[in-house]
């Protein structure tokens, strides 16, 4: 039985909090009364994932009849699932997308379907390559479907292949990949790693158009999810809900939604997922060893050895049918691990942010993903009201190097150079800049044919904290290179006594503070 | 009188050279520069007046001198010793009121008559007989022995060299004349829809207020090193201004070009060159598009350059020399009426960052060569308050 969740107030015995902060860990002495949330401990997995798809395939929730009725001879089927962007880390294999994904196959095969074609839904993310393919699929699929050509990747730009389905009561445009709006059946195979995946938004990001995209990914939307790990409280997924209900009357869409416990980190990380009075003498040593290798390493070797690392989460469930009906019962699994009850918010808010997140997988995170996982999607990891108060301060960890991954983050160089040197505003960046870069035809080159993000990725990636902005007094990012701090509008601090002194000025004498122990992740349910 | 001279010391020059490689400036205090006692300069015919300084500027030129960077190829072109300062506001001997001298030394200066053909069309800039004449040779006031210079307390002019100066504007707006008027006849004529100006420095935010003033850049970006150089670059109308590192990316963006390798496939319409360098020159051929033109209105000298995408891309390379008369409006102006619009108009006195009196000349010259890191633009001699003026 794993013990839930909790918020610890430092007293004068606890121990230094741990921090991620990049590729490394710190260790910090929190203030006496600060409050500490620590998420849940890893629930017990399915014991036979396998099994539990075969039910579900069979025993659909929502208005759907089993997969097994849902195939046919000569049918056309699609079969799009999740990108490497998810989970995080990457799950040690067999992961959940391809055990799915072997199971719809041979139910399609039983039916005797030919017409079968694979779409790694990856929206404006950039390709996933033939390693990360094969990890999320395994070697079996890969092999028999990517040589023929019948493994895709969704290209938002590929104007001859995406089609508009319809539009919504909103004058919402869903333009769709056509394989995929025009088969028979569209299965979607899902990994819900956090509160925000899954539903129609699977499709409705990973499967549409940049003109469709903009819909639902834009400033004032994003101003108004709160928070986006909150569905029915977040203005984003009311966009993708309208827009996915469209499709889902265009064509028969059959969602398989699976989500996974905390269990984050492998055993030499084990510490990582420990609450730290309750560290033993191999712990101790381990964080010790670990840390200080990792800062002795140059970045780009610890960001090897970091990004090596396959995380041991298990399936805890997995429901297939109608799309809403599926996404009910995946919200609720997604809660029974992440929930975590906190009362009141806070005048400081702490995070240590790791090395990895969605869109830095095998690649570098750059200042800009800093401030999307930060004050994106950490910052939202809450439900009724955020972690900190209105015109508090959040401070960050992070080493933040003016680094960026050439190949995989092209327009993010530009957008950081030229745009955040203008102005931090994401209102003035949207109207100012968004359609140039969305429209930059070197960047959808990259996108097409190289391994980029797309030219507008990056403006998403400074909306998802727009919320943030919008709430917070200051941010203080504590350990980043100081220029590529100020250049995104925020301050930097050598450490993090530093930073509490300087967020009094912003919040007052003697504020009060919560710290998110995160990842493993959790989600702060604040009243 | 007081006065910086430059002399010629083969073996002061190599030093100067070795401290400028070291540090920028440093060549002031090694080098053929020191502050003297000297005669004033005699009168040397009809026409000439004497001209008291009252601000002198530190060019860039200046500063090459300093340090030992300038091209050989000046060699012929001055003569030795001579007074440097050629960005000059003074008072005329008598009640002559405030001027500003336009250093350029042409036929008519020189006595040379008739005038070669482009001092007799008004292109005083591209002189032919900058070494001739009754004059010791000297290709503009502060390279010139017999003329003296802008930094000491006297020196001589003649009369198609003197403008003067409306009481409206001060004496520092009035020492921004001269590297205006550079700007000025630079940029006349560099129209295109996308104008790039490479370098912040005095140079170069003159020319970013000159294309505003006198032509209409669809988009006018700006490269600059420095937050205070960027700020002003802003101010006196860039549309973008980047840092010099992202120029490539930025130009890439702004002209919707894509990339072949590390070059770009279409570019800017103009670079306008502020800095000289051969790294700036490798960069506008970079950025410019094919058939584009490039201005070099920084003082390059000695430089190794792949041309390689300048033959291939066709690009024209352009040098742009201090001034004369321009076509503009479809009339001929004298670049110097020109200059004295934009210095009022863009409010181009606010540049002056910094006065030194002359016996601090190595701080003055140090202060300018690191202008743009210290947060200044133009620093400048202050002669107002010396005594024997």
Known sequence: ?527 | MKAVQVVDSLPRYGLAKVAGSLAPGLGAKLGAVSLVDIDEPLLPAPGWHRVRPRLSGICGSDLSTVDGRSSPYFQPLVSFPFVLGHEIVGDLDGEGGRVVIEPVLGCAARGVDPPCRECASGRSDNCERTAFGHLKPGLQTGYCHDTGGGWSTSMVAHESQIHPVPDRLDDDAAVMVEPAACAVHGVLGAEGATVLVLGAGTLGLCAIAALRRFTTPGTLIATAKHPEQRRWARELGADVVVEPRETHRLVRRATRSLKVGASLSGGVDVVIDCVGSAKSIEEDLAVVRPGGDVILLGMPSTVTVDLTPLWHRQIRVRGSYAYGTETFDGEPRRTFDLAFDLVEHAGLGRLVSARYPLDRYREAIDHAANAGSRGAVKVVFDLRGEKRR
């Open chain 1, 1 to 527: 039985m794993s013990r839930p969740g909790f918020v610890l107030e430092v007293d004068r015995s606890t121990p230094p909090i741990l921090f991620h902060h990049g590729e490394g860990f710190r260790l910090e002495k929190l203030p006496t009364g600060s409050r500490v949330v620590y998420p849940a401990e890893p629930l017990t997995p399915l014991s036979d994932p396998d099994a539990a798809i075969r039910h579900a395939l069979e025993h659909p929730v929502g208005d759907s009849e089993p997969l097994r009725a849902l195939l046919r001879p000569g049918m056309k089927l699609t079969i799009a699932f999740d990108n490497e962007a998810v989970p995080l880390p990457p799950m040690t294999g067999p992961d959940n997308r391809q055990r799915v994904i072997e199971a719809v196959l041979e139910l399609a095969a039983a039916a005797g379907v030919d017409d079968v074609v694979l779409v790694a839904a990856h929206g404006l993310h950039r390709r996933a390559t033939e390693a990360e393919l094969r990890h999320m699929l395994g070697d079996r699929v890969y092999d028999a479907f990517a040589p023929h050509g019948l493994l895709t990747q969704h290209d938002a730009e590929d104007h001859d292949n995406l089609i508009v389905v319809g539009q919504t009561a909103e004058g919402e445009y869903v333009e769709v990949n056509k394989r995929a709006a025009t088969s028979d059946l569209l299965v979607y195979v899902n990994i819900n790693l956090v509160a925000m995946d899954g539903g129609h938004k699977s499709t409705m990001t990973g499967l549409v158009s940049y003109r469709s995209l903009k819909h639902h990914h834009n400033v004032v939307g994003m101003q108004h999810s709160r928070s986006f790990m909150d569905p029915p409280r977040s203005e984003l997924h009311n966009a993708t809900w309208r827009m996915g209900r469209v499709l889902a009357q265009h064509c028969q869409v059959f969602q398989i939604e699976t989500t996974l416990n905390s269990d984050t980190f492998p055993s030499q990380f084990a510490f990582l997922q420990k609450r730290e009075w309750e560290w033993s003498l191999r712990d101790r040593a381990s964080y010790l060893a670990t840390a200080k290798s990792l800062d002795a390493c140059p970045p780009a070797l610890a960001r090897k050895i970091m990004h090596g690392i396959k995380s041991p989460q298990k399936m805890t469930s997995v429901q297939a049918g109608e799309v809403e009906a599926v996404h009910r019962l995946t919200l609720a699994e997604v809660h029974r691990q992440h929930l975590v009850p906190v009362e009141g918010q806070a005048d400081i808010l702490t995070m240590g942010l790791p090395y990895i997140g969605p869109y830095n997988v095998n690649s570098i995170m750059n200042p800009l993903l800093v401030m999307c996982l930060g004050l994106g999607y950490f910052f939202n990891l809450y439900r009724g009201k955020p972690l900190v108060r209105q015109g508090g301060v959040v401070i960050l960890s992070h080493p933040t190097r003016w680094e960026f991954h050439p190949v995989h983050h092209p327009s993010y160089i530009d957008f950081f150079e030229q745009v955040l040197s203008e102005t931090t505003d994401p209102l003035e960046i949207e109207k100012k800049f968004e359609e140039d870069f969305a429209n930059d035809p070197w960047y959808i080159h990259l996108y097409r044919n190289s391994y980029a993000y797309h030219g507008v990725h990056a403006f998403y990636m400074w909306y998802w904290g727009a919320h943030a902005l919008q709430h917070v007094g200051g941010v203080i990012i504590v350990g980043g290179d100081p220029k590529a701090v100020r250049r995104m509008g925020f301050k930097p601090a050598s450490t993090m006594r530093d930073a509490l002194e300087m967020a009094e000025d912003v919040v007052g004498r003697d504020p009060s503070i919560t710290h998110l122990h995160a990842p493993p992740i959790l989600l702060a349910d604040v009243t």
